[in-house]
């Protein structure tokens, strides 16, 4: 049962992620119907907009009511707002919607903490990897689809976004459980080293992790956002050629938060392999930067490293923040965390576009390559309460069917 609702949540994370992330895919066509690079910045934003007001509220209504109902609930929303985007004219009527949909789809970012009930702590990494993966998943399907769809204008890959929200409610509806609440002796992790009602907020640990994660983000949607104008405008690539090699390398990176989930679970931490990612993330945007200026073709292989490298951290820092919160705040938690990056993600793609259109791709990735190396200092590797990998593995998996953590 639990590895059915894991896939069913992976599914309907894929969905939202197609939805906010992949509008990237339509910039040449939203140019193409005349808007600017500036107006398709907003555009691309308007999703994580909604997503941002709304993330906090769904994690509260996922710790009353459960992942269920508010999956269906935000998925359904989310898909009916999308078919009526084909009755709106104007760039400001689509960004409204947009922005609506996003705040109904936000329910799926909120409702991680299904992983902390369902699995046991040597596992529950890779099993948010596994969740998380439909990020970069969503995006392989954004960038292996909407272009095409878009041939013909923007209402065909609009509709076939919003049917993955329909079809992803109908599947919460259907599959999801909550798992009831059960006690545990074994593999005790950080949720039931304190009382459920105790706020996990005293302490700058999470702060910091909120933080981190939210820089984290830039160099994500920079390239998420830009790799595809930087391929067509920059290196002379076609929309859909550059959009199905962009398709493969969200593939590996979804492929990568499995591998750091694994890589967490065995050595016990969630913040010291997030670190490390982020110091290479900022090294291999500042070598982005340089290859750009030189006008390298180095750069492509770089861009493609750094779509598979900045994704993979992640589930790291949900597992992280759902384990260090405990059940009776990890929805909340988890709203904060999707919120403060979602903030950031809105930002980025306007401010990145203006940064471009004002000093070109390579100054532009150089400044986002100090976002990472911030973000580096600011984990709070020091203060983190691990599992060693052998304690980890004395855990009968069988105790696992249900959650091992106390509510």
């Given at each position: 049962m639990r590895w059915l609702i894991l896939v069913v949540g992976t599914l309907a994370m894929t969905a939202g992620s197609t939805s906010q992330y992949g509008l990237a895919y339509l910039i040449p066509a939203f140019r193409d119907e005349g808007l600017s690079l500036e107006q398709t910045g907003v555009l691309v934003a308007s999703p994580t907009v909604g997503v941002m007001l709304t993330l906090i509220a769904w994690g509260a209504a996922a710790d009353r009511w459960g992942e269920r109902v508010v999956l269906t609930t935000g998925l359904g929303l989310a898909g009916l707002v999308l078919i009526a985007t084909r009755?709106?004219?104007?760039?400001?009527?689509?960004?409204?919607?947009?922005?609506?949909?996003?705040?109904?789809?936000?329910?799926?970012?909120?409702?991680?903490?299904m992983i902390l009930r369902w699995f046991a702590r040597h596992e529950r990494a890779l099993a948010m990897g596994i969740r998380q993966s439909a990020?970069?998943?969503?995006?392989?399907?954004?960038?292996?689809?909407?272009?095409?769809?878009a041939v013909g204008g923007t209402d065909r890959p609009l509709l076939f976004l919003a049917g993955l929200f329909l079809a992803a409610a109908t599947a919460s509806c259907v599959f999801v459980r909550d798992p009831a609440p059960q006690p545990?002796?074994?593999?005790?992790?950080?949720?039931?080293?304190?009382?459920?009602?105790?706020?996990?907020?005293?302490?700058?640990?999470?702060?910091?992790?909120?933080?981190?994660s939210a820089l984290l983000v830039i160099p994500q949607s920079t390239i998420t956002t830009f790799a595809l104008v930087f391929l067509t405008d920059a290196r002379g690539w076609t929309a859909l050629d550059a959009g199905h090699l962009l398709a493969g390398a969200q593939v590996c990176g979804a492929l990568s938060r499995l591998g750091v989930g694994y890589w967490s679970d065995r050595t016990g931490s969630r913040l010291k392999p997030m670190r490390i990612i982020a110091v290479s993330t900022g090294v291999g945007m500042l070598v982005l930067a340089a290859a750009a200026a030189a006008g390298s073709s180095l750069a492509v292989p770089v861009l493609l490293f750094l779509g598979v490298l900045a994704v993979s951290s992640n589930g790291l820092s949900f597992t992280a923040v759902a384990e260090h919160a405990g059940p009776a705040w990890a929805g909340r938690a988890l709203g904060i965390q999707t919120t403060g990056q979602n903030v950031l993600t809105a930002a980025t793609p306007p401010?990145?576009?203006?940064?471009?259109?004002?000093?070109?791709?390579?100054?532009?990735?150089?400044?986002?390559a100090a976002f990472p190396l911030i973000a580096a200092f600011l984990v709070p590797a020091a203060t983190e309460r691990t599992a060693t990998a052998g304690q980890a593995a004395q855990q009968n998996p069988a105790t696992t069917a249900a959650p091992g953590i106390r509510s």
């Open positions: 009755w709106v004219h104007g760039t400001v009527g689509l960004a409204v919607c947009l922005a609506l949909s996003g705040a109904a789809g936000a329910s799926v970012l909120a409702s991680g903490r990020g970069p998943m969503g995006l392989a399907l954004a960038a292996a689809t909407l272009p095409a769809l545990s002796t074994t593999d005790p992790g950080p949720a039931e080293q304190e009382p459920p009602s105790t706020s996990p907020y005293r302490t700058p640990h999470l702060w910091r992790v909120h933080a981190a401010a990145i576009a203006l940064a471009i259109g004002a000093a070109s791709f390579a100054p532009s990735f150089a400044v986002v």
